[in-house]
């Protein structure tokens, strides 16, 4: 009787075990390779690819597709949308597409609406664009150190470690507060975009300890505009973590902080949108940023213009 007894605890136990198992959200986790600081997943785009997409925290929409790719899967046009880029000073409209079913190592996004639209500079290598508002239902993990993008369930918490920051998401993109010397800013932690860059309202108020010069050109949906670069004369602070005098770029052209690609390969980052907030751990806690390791891109992705009903911001 005894043996019996522990038997079937022994077999319960392994039941619950099991069930408990069985249970368990899966995770999703594939291999995210980092090109020039920006961090790129193969897809497979209606069972067919896999193609090759950027993930672009700083495109506030479900995704973007070449024309090309829209064209060669026959993708149905479902309407269209207004765009416009980060300086808002101009606009276009642009088509939108229907996907059925994108995948990304396992994890199926059903349904899905993304903008037909030309990619340019850096990006025009690759098929397509995954906007932040695409993994608004999972725990979006983008691990740089060890390239792995990861889909997860669950939750953030706020922690006394200050690695887990609050952010809030105007466009559909995260938009968090860092400290630039004495001055308290928002940025936009921008996966597709490149260095760490600063308006040049923002940089007057800035002491460089190697002034801004003519870095290059870029261009906007509505004018060209000249970027400046230098070394700052003070440090940047994201939570726990110093990037100590880092170079910056300084632009005329858009009105917020950007912490772009450059930056944010330092770290692991997890997004949790549903609680806005996210986690960035590194290996260290003080950080260098020297001088960027390509030129900025020459045009910037377009974004849809959230004013409007008919919208949903990408950038």
């Known amino acids: 009787m005894a043996i019996q007894a522990r038997i079937g605890g022994c077999t319960l136990l392994l039941a619950l075990a099991i069930s408990s198992a069985q249970s368990q959200d899966p995770v999703y986790s594939t291999h995210m390779e980092v090109v020039r600081g920006k961090p790129y997943v193969m ?58 079913k994108l995948s990304i190592g396992g994890a199926d996004f059903i349904a899905v609406e993304a903008v037909r639209h030309k990619l340019y500079g850096d990006d025009g290598e690759c098929q397509g664009v995954l906007g932040f508002k695409l993994f608004e239902d999972y725990l979006l993990t983008l691990d740089y150190p060890n390239q792995r993008l990861t889909l997860a369930s669950g939750a953030l918490v706020p922690d006394h470690e200050n690695t887990v920051l609050p952010f809030h998401m105007p466009d ?67 939570g726990q973590y110093t990037f100590a005098q880092p170079f910056v770029e300084v632009n005329t052209a858009f009105p917020q902080v950007n912490f772009g690609s450059c930056p944010m390969q330092n770290f692991s980052f997890t997004f949790d949108q549903v609680n806005l907030l996210m986690r960035l751990e590194a290996s260290q806690r003080v950080l260098h940023l020297a001088t960027t390791p390509t030129k900025p891109r020459l045009q910037n992705a377009p974004q849809l213009k959230p004013p409007a009903p008919d919208l949903v911001p990408i950038g």
Not at 60 to 83: C, F
Not at 172 to 181: D, F, K, M, S
Not at 215 to 224: H, I, P, T, V
């Open 43 to 100: 897809v497979m785009v209606n069972d067919r690819g896999p193609f090759r997409f950027l993930v672009d925290t700083g495109t506030g929409g479900q995704a973007i597709v070449t024309m090309e790719l829209a064209d060669q899967l026959q993708l149905p046009l479902v309407g269209d949308t207004r765009i416009t880029d980060p300086s808002r000073q101009g606009e276009k409209r642009a088509d939108t597409v229907f996907i059925d």
């Open 172 to 238: 559909g993109v995260p938009v968090a507060r860092l400290r630039i010397g004495d001055l308290q800013v928002d940025a936009l932690f921008d996966s597709g975009g490149t260095g760490l860059s600063i308006p040049e309202q923002i940089a007057s108020q800035l002491k460089f300890s190697s002034e801004p010069v003519d870095f290059g050109n870029g261009e906007s949906l509505s004018s060209r505009f000249l970027i400046k670069a230098g070394i700052l004369g003070s440090d940047v602070q994201v």
